[in-house]
């Protein structure tokens, strides 16, 4: 018994010494090539082995024979062993530099391309994470010139819708002043108009920014959805009596929610509004509000013959006007971005669909 501990200790000596240097070296070389780790750690057990077997047969006084035996057996040993360590080190290497590369297209724009070699476990999951940020980037950058485009158009159309009443503007008040103005009060009626529109359109823009900038301040109170659609219904009836269509509200349910009257009442507006201008005469825009699983829906439905589908994503972007021609009552494109934006800020959603004649405005709100 006392043999085996005097040999358990000195193996442990002579290990314990092998891997104190081993641990150091690789501290020294922490930074440099995986190959250079691999070969020190092989280095490490092998030496290891070999400093105990030595010591505990410096301790037993084995024959030089016996000793040179045990000293080529471990040699080939740590000969296998190193080769072993260098050609994985050179292989998990290879695969870091080709995933290294695909890393950097994709950083630099493009897309990335995993590598078709296998991989280790490790850099397997830390492929799949790159290729799930590349999609996320690729995902983050047409979205960004999807808004990128918008604001140009934005900027584009306002520039126009602002410029035209100007230019009227300019020209009644010319007429007034010169005193060549047959009909004054019928000028003086259209100068209003024209303000209040260029009015509408700057407090859009205002409310616009606030929402973009996240500074829009909310006062949520519990209402009735059934009076949120009742109030709205009676603002947007004479719009809807001017261009001849029928609003209809009767699938309204009394269902509670917990929203800023004011906000949502500018919401339910803009989509009345929008669904009445692009009503024709003699058609029909119908208003519901039902309880859903997921919360509170409400609808806009109107008669304006659909949207295309590939302008079904971009209905809520900033600046969207559709196909129809850009000049009053069409508005700067700013009505549903202002909806959408309310109603994130309500932690709802707004959606649109194609439906039988027209389409569907919906915004999902939390249920109170």
Same mark, same amino acid.
């Given at each position: 018994?006392?043999? #085996? ?41 092998? #030496? ?5 077997t030595l010591a505990v047969a410096w ?40 995933? #290294? ?25 830390? #492929?799949? &994470? ?50 060549v103005a047959v009909d004054s009060p ?7 108009? !024209?303000? !209040? ?56 349910? &009394? ?88 109603? &994130? ?16 405005? &919906? ?6």
């Open positions: 018994m006392t043999d #085996t501990l005097l040999i358990a200790l000195f193996a442990f000596l002579g290990a314990a010494a092998a891997g104190l240097l081993g641990a150091f070296a690789l501290r020294l070389t922490r930074h440099r090539s995986l190959v250079v780790s691999l070969s020190i750690v092989a280095t490490v057990a092998v #030496t290891a082995m070999l400093a105990g301790a037993m006084f084995l024959s030089p024979h016996d000793l040179t035996v045990v000293t080529t057996v471990v040699a080939m040993a740590a000969v296998v062993s190193l080769v072993t360590a260098m050609l994985l080190g050179r292989w998990v290497a290879a695969r870091s530099r080709e995933l #290294t590369l695909a890393a950097r297209s994709f950083g630099d724009g493009g897309t990335f391309a995993a590598p078709e070699a296998p991989a280790t476990a490790e850099l397997a999951a830390l #492929t799949r &994470e790159l290729a799930a940020t590349s999609a996320k980037l690729d995902s983050s950058r047409m979205r960004e010139r999807a808004l990128e485009t918008s604001r140009r158009e934005l900027v584009a159309w306002i520039s126009h819708d602002l410029r035209t009443p100007l230019a009227g503007l300019r020209a009644m008040s010319e007429a007034l002043e010169d005193g019928r000028y003086l009626r259209q100068i209003r108009t !024209e303000v !209040e529109r260029m009015n509408d359109m700057v407090g859009d823009l205002f409310e616009l920014s606030r929402i973009h900038a996240g500074s829009l301040a909310l006062t949520p109170t519990r209402v009735s959805v059934y009076d949120l659609v009742g109030d709205a219904l009676a603002g947007a009836d004479p719009l809807a009596r001017e261009h001849g269509v029928r609003l209809v509200g009767g699938r309204i349910e &009394e269902v509670p929610v917990e929203v800023d009257g004011k906000e949502m009442s500018r919401v339910l507006g803009n989509l009345l509004i929008n669904a009445i201008r692009r009503t024709p005469a003699d058609g029909t825009v119908a208003v519901a509000a039902h309880r859903a699983p997921d919360g509170v829906v409400l609808s806009v439905t109107d008669g304006c013959g659909g949207i295309p589908e590939e302008d079904l994503p971009r209905v809520f972007d900033t600046g969207w006007r559709g196909s129809h021609a850009r000049t009053p009552p069409a508005g700067a494109g700013l009505g549903l971005a202002i909806v959408r934006g309310i109603v &994130e800020a309500h932690a709802g959603r707004a959606e649109v669909r194609n439906v039988t004649g027209g389409c569907c405005f &919906e915004v999902t709100l939390p249920p109170a």
